[in-house]
């Protein structure tokens, strides 16, 4: 885990500020655009943990780490201090929060360091038909090459 808890057990609000390194993960480029955007957010008092990257820190005297990375090998993990981000959603105009959710969870499970967005596009299946569960399964042979053979 890339946070340890702390002794301190209740909730506070504040806001996110984050850390020039932040630029350097593009799965946060939504966030870097629209921070001044998010709303107060209720979090937990919590420390970084060894070998981890701070990207982001709640803007109270202590700093404490809000958004947290670690890489060890070939797992990656990413911790969050806070609780409600799901409210910057109702302010973004563009979809920030969906897409940093959705580049987050690509950025965890994806070895490479970059942001790759899934593809929403249906033309890698045009031509291509799916039969449903309720539908019969065909069991005809597939169609032979119509070609010449030479002998």
């Known amino acids: 885990m890339p946070i340890n808890r702390s002794n301190i057990i209740s909730t506070y609000q504040g806001f996110v500020t984050l850390n020039s390194v932040a630029n350097q993960y593009p799965m946060l480029s939504e966030l870097i655009t629209e921070v001044s955007k998010l709303p107060p957010l209720d979090y937990y008092y919590v420390t970084a943990a060894q070998n981890t990257e701070v990207l982001a820190t709640m803007n109270n005297p202590q700093k404490s780490p809000a958004i ?84």
Request: proline fraction near 6%.
């Open 68 to 151: 947290v990375v670690s890489q060890n090998g070939k797992s990656r993990a990413l911790g969050l201090s806070f609780l409600n981000l799901w409210r910057w959603q109702m302010q973004s105009p563009d979809s920030g929060y969906q897409k940093m959710i959705v580049n987050s969870l690509t950025w965890l499970s994806n070895k490479a360091l970059g942001s790759f967005p899934p593809s929403t596009k249906a033309a890698i299946w045009v031509g291509k038909r799916f039969a449903s569960a309720s539908e019969p399964k065909t069991t005809s042979a597939p169609k032979a090459w119509m070609g010449t053979r030479k002998s």
